[in-house]
Each structure stands twice: as C-alpha cells, then as structure tokens.
C-alpha cells in the first residue's frame, strides 16, 4: 500500500514535469528554479530531474539546467527507475 502512494506521488510529479516541458518550448530549467516552480524541496526537485536525464527524457547542461531532448518522444517505460532514484534522494 505505501508503494503504490508513493509510486503514485511520483508519477504526479512526473506528469506535472512532463506537462510544462511539453506546453513551454525551450524550458530551462536548474534544479533550483525547477523547485521554486513546481514547489518541491530541493532534493526531491533534483533526484525527480536526474531520473528523468537518466531515463532519456531530458539533457543537463553544463550551466546545470535541465532541458527536454528534442525528437526524442516523451518515455513512460522509467516509472521503477524514477521512484528507486527518488527514494534514495
């Protein structure tokens, strides 16, 4: 039971991610600004952005912002690898 909350808060986090880098071309994001924007704590922003570069979907730059790869559809097949990453974190 409480791995399906919790699978199930970051699958929302992930999908509040997915959204804005979807509707906003060219968002850049640090993991700070990302916590700010979507009010998460600074830990749960960063290790949530890692797992998505890990997964393919988004590039870090060298500055540290996070951006999402273009022509690369969107993956849903990294949901076990978010929540490992983000239960570390």
Not at 4 to 28: F, M, N, Q, S, W
Request: net charge neutral.
């Amino acid at each position: 039971m409480v791995m399906t909350a919790v699978r199930t808060l970051v699958d929302c986090d992930v999908r509040r991610i997915e959204a804005e880098y979807l509707d906003v071309p060219g968002l850049k994001l640090t993991a700070a600004q990302a916590s700010r924007f979507w009010q998460f704590d600074p830990e749960r922003s960063e290790a949530l952005l890692e797992a998505l570069v890990e997964a393919g979907a988004l590039y870090r730059a060298r500055d540290g912002s996070y951006l999402l790869l273009t022509g690369t559809p969107w993956p849903r097949a990294w949901a076990d690898q978010i929540l490992q990453r983000c239960r570390r974190a």
